[in-house]
């Protein structure tokens, strides 16, 4: 499974490095967006899960990964920027759905305050609409080792907090992302967290009220930084809104074991294709919140 790579320019500022997996008898085109100090790389299970039932799509941001060389890299991204970008990328690739993971939510959500005419669907994994106190402990702490660009206590952070589900060997190899990053990379993230820790996440959640299509919150039962109960917050934003559980599972869903990656699958699957599949015991498909008041 062999994605046709291209580094798109982007409303000539900046040059992002994509990945498409193209499938012949896929009738939808997903397009899939990281979270914080993460690449295309984190996604190779969930394009295994989408794959070939869908065309998938994957990118870095113009700062991380294999965008990072070909951007001048001289100024920082705010989250609103990032949004724009995605815009873009549903635009060119007329992709009908996206799905994001942990902060990767936020410029989601900003980009479907755009309603960019073709998208149909949108999944959002691992996020929700308030700051909590793990979460708050966690960014803190972030910020503390992000601004010295201590990448080995970064990453021994992330392991430690939103990563402690994830089986060995991924914590030797996201350590070893984490850890070695540029230093603009920690710069972004710093910026980033800094601005979620002063405004806590209100343009994304002011956007979300103009969102009409509907959209999949989906958490991990075990994830207590982004929990199962803080994300049914988003019914009071988003009106076509929708949750599913994955059960044993923390942040990382998919990537922390065998049953969480096929639960998450099967949900995936039941909200984007619901033809696709008879079975809906673990899909937790709440209605009414359409009526809910903010």
């Not at 996604?43 to 794959?51: G, I, K, P, S």
């Not at 960014?139 to 992000?146: F, K, N, S």
């Not at 343009?203 to 991990?220: E, R, S, T, W, Y």
């Amino acid at each position: 499974m062999r994605p046709e790579i291209a580094v798109l320019d982007i409303q000539g500022q900046y040059r992002v490095y994509t990945e498409f997996y193209r499938a012949d008898a896929a009738e939808k085109t997903i397009i899939l967006v990281n979270g914080s100090m993460a690449t295309t790389a984190s996604f190779a299970q969930t394009v295994r899960n989408l794959h070939p039932q869908f065309n998938v799509v994957a990118y870095d941001q113009p700062y991380a990964g294999k965008s990072r060389p070909h951007n001048t890299n001289e100024r920082l991204l705010t989250k609103e920027e990032e949004g724009q970008i995605l815009v873009e990328l549903i635009d060119h690739f007329a992709a009908e759905q996206v799905m994001s993971f942990s902060w990767g939510g936020a410029c989601t959500l900003l980009a479907l305050a755009h309603k960019p005419r073709r998208l149909e669907k949108a999944v959002i994994s691992s996020f929700s609409p308030v700051i909590n106190e793990p979460m708050r402990d966690y960014l803190e702490r972030g910020v503390h080792y992000l601004s010295r660009y201590d990448g080995y206590q970064v990453g021994n952070l992330v392991n430690n907090t939103i990563g402690k589900h994830l089986p060995s060997l991924f914590k030797r190899f996201n350590f070893r992302h984490v850890s070695s990053l540029a230093d603009h990379e920690y710069a972004q993230m710093n910026f980033h967290i800094n601005q979620v820790l002063a405004h806590e996440l209100g343009n994304a959640l002011h956007g979300a009220k103009v969102v009409d299509i509907p959209v999949l919150f989906m958490n991990g039962e075990w994830d207590e930084y982004t929990s199962v109960e803080d994300a049914q917050l988003f019914g009071k934003y988003v009106r076509n809104s929708h949750f599913a559980t994955i059960q044993s599972a923390g942040h990382f869903l998919d990537m922390e074991h065998k049953s969480a990656c096929r639960d998450s699958r099967n949900v995936l699957m039941d909200f984007l294709k619901p033809a696709a599949k008879e079975s809906r015991i673990r899909y937790q498909h709440i209605q009414g919140n359409h009526a809910l008041a903010i």
